[in-house]
C-alpha cells in the first residue's frame, strides 16, 4: 500500500491503494486535468446537462411543509433517473470515453448509482458492470431490474453485511484485475485521490445553480445549507455553491445509525483515510439506516476536513425522524422524495434559521415498500 502526497483535504483524503493502481490514478488525474482545461470537455458536458439530464433543475420553495419558514428545496429529484448521481456519471463517461477506456464497473447501495451508471453507459454504448449487495438487491428490487433493462450486468456480492460497503471492495477488486480496459465510475466524493475532488467538481453544478436560484427569488443568501450525507456528494456538491459565503452555515445530515462524521475517528476505508466507523483497532464497524444511500461506514474526506476547520457542522437524524419528514413532504407539498434527503428534510424544519435551502437529492420511488413497511406499524 502506498500514500501520496496529492490530493489531500488536510490530514485527510491521499491514496491508500495497492501499488499496481497508482498508474491509473495518475492516468486519471492527467486526464481530468486536461478536459478541465478543455473548452470542448465543459461544453459537452453542459449540452448534456441540458438536453439529456434536464439541467437546471428547479429550487421549490416548500411552503405548507414547514410553516413560518421559508424553506426551499433543491430538486435534484427531477433530474433524469431521479437523483443527483446523474451529473457525476455522465461527466466520468467522457471522461472515460477521453481515455479509451469501454468497460465501466460501478458500486451501487441503493441502487441510483448503478441506474444512473448503465444509463450513460447505455447512452455511450460503454459495458457496464455493477456490484450490488444482496440486501441492497432485495431493498431496492425495481432498480436492480431498471439496471438489467439499460443492458448492464448486475453482480450480487454476498459477504459482510452485504451491503454498500462490500460492493465497493467488489469493484475496486474487478478494477485492479482488468485496469488497462477499464474505467471505475465511483459513486461518491470518497475514495482515492482524485477521485473525491473530481465528484465534488462534477456535482457543484447543483451549488452553483442554487446560489444563482435563491438570490433570484429572495435577494439575499440562505441562512443555512441542508444536505444529507452518506458518502456526501451531494452534499459537497450543493456546499460548494456557498463555500465562499462564511455567513451560510452548511450543515450535513447523517443517518444516526451511519454516522462516520459524528461518532467516525481517523481512519482509511476504499483507498482514502477519512472518519470512519470503527472499533478501537480499526475495524470497520457495520453501519445501519433505513435508506440504502446512507448505510455507508466512510464518507468524503473533504467532509472530515470541512468539520474540522468549522466550515461545516454535522448533525444526524434517525430512521423515524426521516420516515416523518418523508411521510410530511409527500403531503403537503406532493413531493416523495427518497429516504435520504428525508434525513436532511426532518432536520431543516428544527433547524434555528428562517431562510433554507435544503438538496432534495432524488425522488422516493425506489423506497416505497420500506417506508411503507415501516410507517404501516402506526396505521399511518
Ligand atoms: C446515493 C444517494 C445519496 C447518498 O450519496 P451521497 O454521495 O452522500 O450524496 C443521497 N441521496 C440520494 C437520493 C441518493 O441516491
Known amino acids: 500500500m502506498t500514500e501520496a502526497r496529492v490530493g489531500s483535504f488536510g490530514v485527510y483524503g491521499g491514496r491508500f491503494v495497492p501499488e499496481t493502481l497508482i498508474p491509473a490514478l495518475e492516468e486519471l488525474e492527467r486526464g481530468w486535468r ?53 451529473n457525476n456519471a455522465l461527466g466520468q463517461a467522457v471522461l472515460a470515453r477521453r481515455l479509451g477506456k469501454r468497460r465501466i464497473v460501478a458500486e451501487t447501495g441503493a441502487g441510483q448509482h448503478g441506474v444512473a451508471s448503465a444509463t450513460v453507459c447505455a447512452r455511450f454504448g460503454l459495458q457496464c458492470v455493477v456490484y450490488m449487495g444482496e440486501e441492497d438487491m432485495r431493498r431496492q428490487r425495481p432498480n436492480v431490474e431498471r439496471m438489467r433493462l439499460l443492458g448492464a450486468e448486475v453482480r450480487a456480492v454476498d459477504f459482510g453485511t452485504r451491503t454498500l460497503k462490500e460492493a465497493t471492495s467488489e469493484a475496486i477488486r474487478d478494477w485492479i484485475t482488468n485496469v488497462e480496459t477499464t474505467h471505475y465510475l465511483i459513486g461518491s466524493c470518497v475514495g482515492p485521490a482524485p477521485y473525491p475532488e473530481l465528484v465534488a467538481e462534477l456535482q457543484s453544478v447543483i451549488g452553483r445553480e442554487a446560489r444563482e436560484q435563491v438570490l433570484a427569488a429572495e435577494g439575499r443568501l440562505p441562512e443555512a445549507v441542508v444536505a444529507c450525507v452518506g458518502g456526501g456528494s451531494n452534499a459537497i456538491g450543493i456546499f460548494h455553491g456557498f463555500l465562499d459565503d462564511p455567513e451560510v452555515r452548511l450543515v450535513g445530515v447523517e443517518a444516526a445509525g451511519a454516522a462516520s462524521l459524528r461518532s467516525g475517528r481517523t481512519g482509511v476505508l476504499h483507498g482514502a483515510r477519512s472518519s470512519v466507523l470503527a472499533d478501537e483497532d480499526g475495524q470497520i464497524a457495520d453501519a445501519h439506516s433505513i435508506s440504502a444511500g446512507l448505510d455507508y461506514p466512510g464518507v468524503g474526506p473533504e467532509h472530515a476536513y470541512l468539520r474540522d476547520s468549522g466550515r461545516a457542522e454535522y ?51 425506489k423506497d416505497l415498500a420500506e417506508a411503507l413497511a415501516a410507517l404501516r406499524p402506526d396505521g399511518k
Open 34 to 86: 486536461e478536459a478541465l482545461a478543455d473548452e470542448r470537455f465543459r461544453a459537452e458536458l453542459h449540452e448534456l446537462a441540458t438536453t439529456y439530464a434536464g439541467r437546471p433543475t428547479p429550487l421549490t420553495l416548500a411552503e405548507r411543509f414547514a410553516p413560518g419558514k421559508r424553506i426551499y428545496l433543491k430538486r435534484e429529484d427531477l433530474l433524469h433517473t431521479g437523483a443527483h448521481k446523474l
Open 315 to 365: 448533525v444526524t437524524a434517525t430512521d423515524e425522524e426521516a420516515l416523518a419528514a418523508f411521510r410530511d413532504l409527500a403531503r403537503t407539498e406532493g413531493i416523495i422524495p427518497a429516504l435520504e434527503p428525508a434525513h436532511a428534510l426532518a432536520r431543516a424544519r428544527d433547524l434555528d434559521a428562517e431562510l433554507v435551502v435544503v438538496g432534495l437529492s432524488g425522488r422516493g420511488d
